[in-house]
């Protein structure tokens, strides 16, 4: 079945130091979407990228979505403490349901 | 506008009994979804319904049971509950189940089974 895989695990920064966190399908991906959890919170939708090679800016936090359309990345840039918390994302074939990759927990340190 | 809605936050159940966990959404949306989340396992989809009267299962629907009888209902039973159901639980809905509709979660419900 599709699998979408999300590395790293876990990532501990000092404030001010960039973050990325990488997903990955095994299949190719009709659109990518991306959430935020915070500790204790519920995932709250960011963005979703459909195009091949689609590159999204929120403020410091810049999306990508690979041209083979099978994988994403979510860069940070300079953390701050407000960013804490788990970044999923969530991959759709078509046809199927979204499948969400395990999540990479982001800890700063201030 | 509530959003999605789940209770109860919090339960403690012993093993072998059955609960319902309640979950209300108010903004029209046709689809919903149920979620457990894990350590290190992401969140996994229990069981989803399209629509009213239309339920299916999802990747781990063993031990749960859902209906959805109105719009803005989609409760999920525990039949008899056992440990390895302990785990944080989201229910969630969107417009409809195509592509390039945003999940909206509610807050979570803690489920303890010891």
């Known amino acids: 079945g599709q699998q979408v895989m999300q590395i790293p695990q876990y990532q501990h920064v000092q404030e001010g130091e960039d973050f990325t966190t990488y997903c990955n399908s095994s299949?190719?991906?009709?659109?990518i979407q991306w959430y935020k959890q915070r500790p204790g919170g519920h995932p709250v939708f960011l963005i979703q990228?459909?195009?091949?090679?689609e590159v999204k800016k929120q403020k410091r936090l810049t999306f990508q979505f690979g041209e083979a359309k099978k994988n994403s990345s979510l860069h940070i840039t300079a953390t701050q403490t407000t960013d804490v918390g788990t970044y999923f994302c969530a991959g759709r074939v078509r046809g199927s349901r979204l499948t969400f990759g395990e999540g990479t927990q982001l800890t700063v340190n201030p | 506008n509530a959003g999605v809605t789940q209770t109860p936050k919090f339960q403690v159940l012993k093993t072998g009994q059955s609960m319902t966990l309640q979950c209300a959404q108010d903004?029209?949306?046709?689809?919903m979804s149920w979620y457990r989340q894990d350590p290190g396992m992401g969140l996994r989809l229990i069981h989803y319904s399209v629509g009213a009267g239309i339920t299916d299962q999802g990747e781990v629907p063993n031990g749960y049971n859902v209906s959805r009888s109105t719009t803005e209902d989609f409760p999920l039973r525990l039949l008899s509950a056992a440990p390895s159901q302990t785990s944080v639980y989201f229910c969630?809905?969107?417009?409809?189940?195509?592509?390039?509709?945003?999940?909206?979660f509610g807050e979570g419900s803690w489920l303890t089974v010891v």
């Open positions: 903004m029209n949306h046709e689809y």
């Open positions: 299949t190719t991906l009709s659109n």
């Open positions: 969630a809905s969107s417009y409809s189940r195509d592509s390039g509709n945003t999940i909206y």
């Open positions: 990228l459909v195009k091949s090679g």
